[in-house]
């Protein structure tokens, strides 16, 4: 079974630019959830799906964080216009409902610097 | 404010040794427990979990207490291996929302 994915792995940017990532969640998980990490801090909640439809976006920093998620199944994160403080390893997770067990599988991060 | 607090950001330990990492949170309404096991450059991996109307959960050389007067969790690695080099988060969740709040991570060397 194939695990969370995430496109890209790394990607440089400069201020003022557009970058969309892309997280493709383990297939039949109807939770889909994307999560940040500054540099040394905690892994930040930003959204949650389920299915296509957002469930809480409580941790979207701003309205130049746009997250989709068509037809329930891939998510795109689009950042514009990238700002300095964006930086960080964006992770997607994923899990399903299933009763007596609620962890979250995540992908192996993005790494997005923005210069 | 920061719900999940993992106040040690470092931990070094002989192999064969005990590893304790230590969790506190400050939100009662907190009823599930996840401990994450990150490797460089990869995504944070389930470890074990724990429910709030249990104290204890064990699977293999990994166990979870809770204490839930004291609003800590901590996680025990026993016999410690070099593999088991990494930075483990703590994670708190409230049923019915579906949010891991996370703290800041602890990173684990295990000393050959």
């Known amino acids: 079974e194939a695990g969370v994915t995430q496109f890209p792995s790394h990607s440089v940017i400069e201020k003022g630019q557009t970058v969309t990532l892309r997280c493709d969640p383990i297939?039949?998980?109807?939770?889909l959830y994307w999560y940040r990490r500054v540099m040394g801090k905690e892994i930040k909640f930003l959204l949650h799906?389920?299915?296509?439809?957002?469930?809480?976006e409580s941790g979207m920093p701003n309205n130049r964080f746009l997250a989709e998620r068509t037809g329930g199944t891939y998510s795109t994160l689009k950042v514009q216009p990238a700002e300095l403080e964006d930086s960080g390893v964006y992770f997607c997770?994923?899990?399903?409902?299933?009763?007596?067990?609620?962890?979250?599988?995540f992908g192996q991060g993005t790494r997005l610097t923005v210069v | 404010d920061q719900q999940v607090k993992q106040n040690s950001p470092s931990l070094s330990v002989q192999e064969g040794r005990i590893s304790i990492l230590n969790c506190d949170y400050t939100?009662?309404?907190?009823?599930?427990f996840l401990w994450y096991k990150k490797y460089p450059a990869e995504g944070p991996t389930f470890l074990i979990s724990?429910?709030?109307?249990?104290d204890k959960n064990e699977d293999g050389r990994f166990t979870v207490f809770l204490n839930k007067s004291a609003k800590h969790l901590s996680l025990h690695i026993v016999p410690s291996q070099p593999g088991d080099s990494a930075v483990y988060f703590c994670?708190?969740?409230?049923?019915?929302?579906?949010?891991?709040?996370f703290g800041t991570g602890t990173r684990l060397k295990v000393l050959a």
């Open positions: 997770a994923s899990s399903q409902f299933r009763k007596g067990t609620t962890e979250a599988f």
């Open positions: 994670a708190a969740l409230r049923s019915g929302t579906y949010k891991y709040i």
């Open positions: 939100n009662s309404m907190f009823d599930y």
């Open positions: 799906f389920v299915k296509e439809s957002k469930q809480d």
């Open positions: 724990i429910s709030s109307i249990k």
């Open positions: 297939s039949g998980h109807d939770n």
